[in-house]
């Protein structure tokens, strides 16, 4: 029998960070501490979680001018880049802010990661099969042409959605397999942050879909439609010293996925994708924040 697959289809971004005492206000000209540019976006975050998280993973998305060294990242971290594509377009970017306490907030430009054709689509598809893992987040174009492709073939779907905006009014949820996002997206989603409430809208809508909500420091909680009904585990955030949050949710995202394809107990998949959420706060940068699957081991 033929191997699940895993394909994100993704973003990739050169994000330059700030480090500032504070977030910069309206009017406000603000020095800053330090600057460093790092590689990133949720969909480069995500591909180097799962190949981490220990997954064989592959990476689609459109490479721009001046972002040579993000598929050469890629390449290091064991992901397949067979199915990015060279654009013209300036690579996508990031300019993200970094305060005194970990937190950050971040200015997206969408550039190459905005060049996503149909018959791209078509062409990264092509080999793909029923029951191959489909990850995506909403800083791409044509995202409904992609879930709908997709869901032709019988694939999985997991969607990020954000950032969470109008263009993902285009979507149908119904042909996801899963919704990943933080309890601030699952509030724009539904109209209500309350886990529990979310998840009643959420399945009231579209019963066949199942949810990943991540609280911060409040943990996180899922609920997974099955055969038997729907099964609910919360897990517990693992207290550390932030520093850097950027890439938290995107660790989180990888390894949570690789657990599930890997047919791991839903609680064991979100204590361990908790876990190396964890130590991502603890670093500066994206991707270059994110854990080994052997760093989780020796903390364990």
């Known amino acids: 029998m033929r191997e699940k697959r895993v394909l994100n289809f993704g973003s990739l971004n050169l994000d330059y960070v700030y480090r500032v005492d504070h977030f910069v206000r309206p009017g406000e000209t603000?020095?800053?501490?330090?600057?460093?540019v790092k590689y990133g976006g949720k969909?480069?975050?995500?591909?180097v979680a799962l190949a981490r998280a220990g997954v064989r993973a592959a990476?689609?998305?459109?490479?721009?001018?001046?972002?040579?060294?993000?598929?050469?990242?890629?390449?290091?971290?064991?992901?397949?880049?067979?199915?990015?594509?060279?654009?013209?377009?300036?690579?996508g970017h990031t300019v993200i802010q970094v305060n005194r306490e970990g937190e950050?907030?971040?200015?997206?430009?969408?550039?190459?990661?905005?060049?996503?054709?149909?018959?791209?689509?078509?062409?990264?598809?092509?080999?793909?099969?029923?029951?191959d893992w489909l990850v995506l987040q909403n800083e791409i174009n044509n995202?409904?042409?992609?879930?709908?492709?997709?869901?032709?073939?019988?694939?999985?779907?997991?969607?990020?959605?954000?950032?969470?905006?109008?263009?993902?009014?285009?979507?149908?949820?119904?042909?996801?397999?899963?919704?990943?996002?933080?309890?601030?997206?699952?509030?724009q989603i539904t109209g209500s942050e309350d886990p529990?409430?979310?998840?009643?809208?959420?399945?009231?809508?579209?019963?066949?879909?199942?949810?990943?909500?991540?609280?911060g420091s409040a943990g996180?909680?899922?609920?997974?439609?099955?055969?038997?009904?729907?099964?609910t585990a919360r897990q517990e955030a693992f207290r550390v010293k932030a520093v850097d949050t950027t890439a938290a949710g995107d660790t989180y995202t990888g390894y949570f996925i690789a657990g599930l394809m890997s047919g791991m107990p839903l609680q064991d998949c979100m204590r361990r994708a908790s876990r190396a959420s964890s130590i991502?706060?603890?670093?500066?940068?994206?991707?270059?924040s994110i854990p080994f699957q052997a760093e989780l081991d020796d903390e364990a």
């Not at 199915?83 to 300036?90: D, H, I, N, S």
């Not at 950050?104 to 029951?131: H, K, M, R, W, Y």
């Not at 529990?196 to 609280?215: C, D, Q, Y």
């Open 220 to 231: 996180s909680v899922a609920f997974r439609v099955t055969g038997y009904g729907i099964e």
């Open 30 to 36: 603000l020095s800053a501490d330090a600057r460093v």
């Open 280 to 288: 991502s706060v603890t670093r500066l940068g994206a991707a270059d």
């Open 104 to 131: 950050n907030c971040i200015l997206l430009f969408g550039g190459s990661n905005q060049c996503v054709t149909p018959e791209q689509i078509a062409a990264t598809l092509a080999d793909c099969a029923a029951g």
């Open 196 to 215: 529990g409430e979310a998840w009643r809208r959420l399945h009231g809508r579209w019963p066949g879909l199942s949810a990943l909500i991540t609280l």
């Open 43 to 47: 969909g480069l975050n995500q591909s």
């Open 59 to 91: 990476h689609a998305g459109c490479v721009g001018a001046g972002g040579e060294g993000l598929r050469a990242l890629l390449d290091g971290e064991g992901v397949d880049t067979s199915k990015l594509v060279a654009v013209e377009e300036m690579q």
């Open 143 to 187: 995202l409904p042409a992609i879930v709908d492709a997709a869901c032709e073939k019988g694939m999985t779907i997991a969607l990020n959605p954000s950032p969470c905006d109008g263009r993902l009014d285009a979507v149908d949820f119904g042909k996801l397999s899963w919704l990943l996002m933080n309890e601030v997206e699952a509030g």
